[in-house]
Structure formats: structure tokens, C-alpha cells
């Protein structure tokens, strides 16, 4: 089992960039596909990247597409999530998952928050214009 801590959120002028990070505690990090989520108030909880436990393998939806970009450390038991050229629309609670793939350094990656079985408890990211 996996338990997850998000921070790195906050207030941030359009234009601007932020940089999540996920820690993780208990072992084995390298064997959890992650993912990065975010969920506006009144909306479903949308993906906006995914890594895989190598870090070799990355996912992206088209609305994160050339402005997000997801990596880890897996020494560091931490994921992280580079903003950039952040907009309003951008403004959500962001949430890190996990979920346990059983192959140490693997390539798969979960892109639906079904497959993932551990959450954070998220932190906010606010655009304004």
C-alpha cells in the first residue's frame, strides 16, 4: 500500500508556471504507474498525465499536451508535474494516484482515474487572469 502527499499548489498569474510534487511513502515506488489528475468545482476528475513506473513510458491528454510535463524520481519516491503557460481554465484541485502494477521499473501507464487505487488528497492550482 501506498499513501501519497501532493503540494506545490497555489495562486499564480496566467502566463506562469507552477511545479507539483507527489511524494510517496512504503516501498517499491518503482513498481506504481502514476498519475496526475485535476478536478474543477461542478466537473469530472480529468487526467492531465501519466507516467509509468520506468519513467520511461508518458502520457498526455491534448488539453496538457506541450505545456505539462510529468517525471520522477524514484529514489526519491516523489512524481512531479511541471506547469507551464498556465491559463484560468487550468484552475483545480490537482490530485496525484497511484496504482500497482507488480513489474519494478515497467512501462504500463493507467490514462482513466478507474485504474488507479491510491489518491492524495490534492492541492489547489489557481490561474488568474
Known amino acids: 500500500q501506498v499513501q501519497l502527499v501532493e503540494s ?3 495562486l499564480v498569474k496566467a502566463g506562469g508556471s507552477l511545479r507539483l510534487s507527489c511524494a510517496a511513502s512504503g ?3 518503482d513498481s506504481y504507474a ?8 461542478g466537473k469530472e476528475r480529468d487526467i492531465v498525465a501519466a507516467i509509468s513506473g ?3 513510458g508518458v502520457y498526455y491528454p491534448d488539453s496538457a499536451k506541450g505545456r505539462f510535463g510529468v517525471s520522477r524520481d524514484n529514489d526519491r519516491n516523489t512524481v512531479y508535474l511541471q506547469m507551464d503557460s498556465l ?3 487550468d484552475t483545480a484541485v490537482y490530485f496525484c494516484a497511484a496504482d500497482f502494477t507488480g513489474l519494478p521499473g515497467g512501462w504500463e501507464i493507467r490514462s482513466t482515474a478507474k485504474e488507479y487505487h491510491y489518491w492524495g488528497q490534492g ?5 488568474s487572469s
Do not use: C, I, L
Open 123 to 127: 492541492t489547489q492550482v489557481t490561474v
Open 54 to 56: 520506468s519513467g520511461g
Open 27 to 29: 516501498r517499491g515506488f
Open 34 to 41: 502514476m498519475g496526475w489528475f485535476r478536478q474543477a468545482p
Open 87 to 89: 491559463k484560468p481554465e
Open 8 to 10: 506545490g499548489g497555489g
